[in-house]
């Protein structure tokens, strides 16, 4: 049978392959990578450096493909949907014309595949296709929520308490119910500045992992500024930027802090 690996190949620094990755790289017959648009281009060139150092198997394919353009008009979901189709019709050809009936594509997915990350959903949407049977294998990454917390040398965690994984999007819609700390990625419309609590801390990173790595951190009301015009100058100088941060408000008395 085929067999798709999900290889989690860590947030931006190839040293963050770990020995289970490294080997799975190994294992693949096709290796699929994405590319479009300056930051695509970068991600893409992480990955060949991944492959450069630790792909041994020199029968093994490098296929680049060129990801499809999410539409813009219709639902923001009608969009994501149609998108998600489009890269699974990628995977099933790649599959079915690519790879003979015992063999393994490798998906070289940023970070860990279970954040933030619709590789395991297209997967499925090729399962439930029905044209081609395939196994899956999942290998765990290096996260940028890790890469931020080790940058910054701080637990994500209060003890005790919880932390909520969310988006700049819904941030900037109000501060989360479920805790005081927030750990957000993907946002473009810096969050962080919509969050009014003058006791605020944030851990921010940009470009975890890479040369190109920013860390700033501070009471957010002290720091919000510099964050912006940072995240500013660095976007302008790269062409693309990919930050995360972690904001803390004092826990209630209600929560023993
Ligand atoms: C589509 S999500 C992918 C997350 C990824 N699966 C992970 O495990 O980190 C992309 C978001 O992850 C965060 N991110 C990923 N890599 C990053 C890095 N090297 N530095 C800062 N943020 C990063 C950013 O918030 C970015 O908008």
Not at 126 to 136: L, M, P, Q, S, Y
Not at 195 to 206: F, H, L, N, R, S
Request: with cysteine; proline share 4%.
């Amino acid at each position: 049978m085929r067999k798709i690996l999900v290889i989690g190949i860590g947030a931006g620094n190839p040293e963050h392959m770990t020995v289970q990755a490294i080997k799975a790289l190994n294992r693949a017959d096709v290796l699929l990578i994405p590319t479009k648009g300056a930051e695509k281009a970068y991600l893409a060139d992480v990955r060949r450096e991944i492959c450069d150092r630790f792909l041994e198997n020199s029968s093994c394919r490098i296929l680049d493909y060129a990801v499809p353009v999410r539409r813009a008009d219709g639902t923001y979901e009608d969009g994501v949907h149609d998108w998600h189709r489009a890269i699974a019709g990628i995977y099933e050809r790649t599959l079915l014309n690519e790879l003979g009936e015992n063999q393994t594509l490798g998906l070289l997915v940023w970070g860990d595949p279970m954040l933030y990350d619709s590789t395991l959903r297209i997967v499925e949407h090729v399962r439930t296709a029905g044209n081609v049977a395939f196994e899956t294998e999942v290998i765990p990454g290096i996260t940028s929520v890790q890469a931020l917390c080790a940058g910054h040398g701080i637990a994500l965690n209060r003890i005790g308490l919880p932390v909520e994984i969310t988006t700049g999007r819904r941030l900037s819609e109000g501060w989360p119910e479920s805790s005081r700390d927030a750990l957000v990625m993907l946002d473009g419309v810096q969050a962080f500045r919509t969050v009014e609590d003058p006791e605020a801390e944030i851990w921010w990173g940009a470009y975890l992992g890479t040369p190109h790595e920013i860390l700033l951190s501070g009471k957010l009301a002290d720091i919000a500024e510099t964050i912006t015009e940072t995240r500013a100058k660095a976007r302008e100088a790269h062409g693309w930027i990919m930050d995360t941060y972690l904001i803390r408000r004092p826990a209630g008395e209600e929560e023993g802090a």
